[in-house]
């Protein structure tokens, strides 16, 4: 027997509605996928059958696409080690990252349907002190959690909010297009949440560069996606995200996004063994070297001519 949780009334109507869920067949669909998982020789490291929900439903239980996804998935952490390897929320460094808070679940939607909330407060990371890989490998931690743990972002897809308010050229410095071009690929064609709404927020002078940039990352699917510029005016924002639903940084009603980070940090320490087995997920088709960084992934609909961009964002001026 599958050790699968339930879902809620408003969000299993979702799930056969909009995904094609039928709860009478996640265990014999999830046995097919755990049986091709095994007869893989090359695909290794430990899936929750509730983790395999996530990617059936992230495809709209199409075995063919949970198939290309996964194998995406593993191709990936395994490409990107600096990215889910020395991801201990105990570790020192580690836990300093987490509690900047660069990327954030909020808890609350006005909906239980809505997409769940994700706030990118892209200039909180110190340069200093850490890399943008870094940033990224928490990033994975906490969508790790949520694709195990949170039917809503699983069954109703994400909105980001980017916040690019006190983004300097440091930042944008660390930015090597071949590294975003395999971030990208892990977050979009490699998960199983899907992407609802990405909303733009305080982009200083000089960013419609990075933002074309940011843009030609995307998926096709996602270019087609609602993506909105909202300047500096939280007025504007918050037509599409009310107060109540917003953390006070934003003029919300939530209380300061310090609570949420507190949240977050004390969750991901209390998973700390879960993260550490997600880190042993491997493909030995892609060794983790420079050589094998410039690999086609497998069933990736984007070839490697870095979108058109070549290097990194080194000419790149920000007032």
């Excluded at 969000?11 to 049986?35: F, G, H, M």
């Excluded at 006190?166 to 199983?192: C, G, N, T, W």
């Excluded at 940090?265 to 493909?283: G, H, Q, W």
Aim: proline fraction near 5%.
């Amino acid at each position: 027997m599958l050790a699968l949780r339930p879902l809620s009334f408003d969000l299993l109507e979702v799930a056969k509605s909009e995904l094609n869920e039928d709860p009478r067949q996640l265990t014999s669909q999830i046995d097919v996928i755990k049986s091709w998982l095994n007869e893989c020789t090359t695909l290794s490291g430990p899936m929750q059958d509730q983790v395999l929900l996530s990617f059936l439903r992230g495809c709209k239980f199409s075995l063919v696409k949970v198939k290309e996804k996964l194998s995406l998935f593993f191709w990936t952490r395994t490409i990107l080690q600096q990215v889910v390897q020395n991801r201990d929320p105990l570790d020192e460094h580690v836990l300093q990252i987490i509690r900047l808070g660069v990327g954030i679940p909020l808890p609350k939607t006005i909906n239980p349907k809505d997409p769940k909330i994700f706030v990118i407060r892209v200039a909180q990371f110190d340069t200093e002190k850490c890399s943008f890989a870094d940033v990224i490998k928490v990033g994975t931690m906490i969508n790790d959690i949520l694709m195990r743990d949170d039917d809503q972002v699983v069954v109703c897809g994400m909105s980001l909010i980017i916040d690019l308010a006190k983004v300097k050229a440091a930042h944008l410095l660390q930015l090597d297009m071949e590294f975003l071009r395999h971030v990208a690929i892990l977050y979009q064609d490699a998960s199983p949440f899907r992407m609802q709404g990405i909303h733009i927020l305080n982009p200083p002078p000089g960013m419609q560069t990075v933002l074309s940039i940011f843009k030609s990352l995307l998926s096709d699917k996602n270019q087609d996606k609602r993506i909105l510029a909202h300047g500096s005016s939280l007025a504007s924002l918050h037509q599409h995200f009310p107060q109540e639903i917003l953390p006070a940084e934003y003029d919300g009603l939530l209380g300061p996004i310090q609570e949420c980070l507190d949240f977050w940090e004390a969750k991901l320490i209390n998973n700390r063994d879960y993260l550490l087995d997600m880190s042993k997920l491997r493909d030995s088709r892609a060794d983790a070297t420079t050589e094998s960084i410039a690999l086609k992934p497998p069933g990736c609909s984007k070839e490697n001519e870095l979108f058109g961009i070549e290097g990194s964002f080194r000419k790149l001026e920000l007032d």
